[in-house]
């Protein structure tokens, strides 16, 4: 089974596989891996993700009445939605905060990163979220131990469905994700837009990990961006990655699509 953001899921028969990679789009830990003498100087600082499995889980998540999520097992990155997103860059002339902000899938998604922060090369995407499905754009601070990653896939969702997903969630990241504990979990609107909210810690290798996971409906798909950083640094930084949350923004057009098309 693929997976998005970086988590792989191995699900038996008591989680149906459509719901299950609903599950995929979120815990961030460090996989236990030794790097390669070239690849071991770029992920120095580098958290890397574990992929926790869902084996013997005893909470599926409800069915929907409408077979909103089905269709679940496609790829993303070969989907017609993500041949959509497109990092664009703002005008040279620009003001010095829509320099900062970054526009996705023609320009329907947008927001301002951190100071400093810089995208993430292929490379170091790849080393950080090492799962066969690795978020499409990710953002991270100098260091890279800092990072945002922004995943939108091809799993239908809808509005209204937020809770039997938040659910469905909050117990599989309870039983699957080392040295789980829960900082916060509840529904924020951001930009106009219904989101969940799930903030945890996790064990990585050698370093506690804060997770600040939020995740809506766009266009009938699945959106996640995950705020991403090692404990310590998560407490510095964590003026500038609230407000980079709060600048989120969806095109209520656009995002209102997927809901008309029902």
């Known amino acids: 089974m693929q997976a998005v ?15 299950a990679q609903a599950a995929e789009t979120l815990a961030k830990e460090t996989l236990v891996e030794e790097p390669s003498a070239a690849e071991a100087e770029l992920e120095a600082d580098i958290p890397r993700i574990e992929t926790p499995t869902l084996e013997g889980a005893e909470t599926p998540l409800p069915e929907a009445e409408d077979s909103t999520l089905d269709g679940l097992n496609q790829d993303p990155l070969e989907s017609d939605a993500s041949e959509s997103l497109e990092e664009v860059t703002p005008d040279a002339d ?31 995407i790849n080393l950080k979220f090492p799962g066969s499905m690795p978020p499409q754009f990710a953002y991270g601070n100098d260091r890279r131990n800092v990072s945002i990653g922004v995943s939108l896939s091809d ?4 509005p209204e469905q937020l809770p039997e997903v938040r659910q469905f969630l909050e117990s599989f990241l309870e039983e699957s994700v080392p040295g789980f ?37 766009f266009k009938g798909k699945l959106l996640g961006f995950n705020f991403n950083s090692v404990l310590d640094m998560e407490r510095v930084l964590r003026p500038q990655l609230n407000d980079s949350r709060s600048t989120i923004f969806l095109d209520p057009m656009a995002a209102a699509q997927g809901d008309r098309a029902r």
């Open 5 to 19: 953001f970086g988590l792989a899921l191995v699900s038996p028969m008591v989680v149906p596989a459509t719901r």
């Open 155 to 158: 799993i239908d969702l809808a």
């Open 181 to 217: 504990d829960w900082v916060s979990r509840d529904y924020e609107n951001i930009g106009g837009s219904r989101w969940i909210k799930l903030e945890f810690i996790s064990q990585a290798l050698d370093t506690q990990v804060h997770n600040d996971l939020y995740i809506t409906s």
């Open 94 to 124: 620009a003001t010095a905060s829509e320099r900062e902000r970054v526009y996705l899938a023609e320009r329907q998604i947008s927001f301002v990163l951190p100071d400093g922060f810089t995208a993430m090369s292929s490379e170091e």
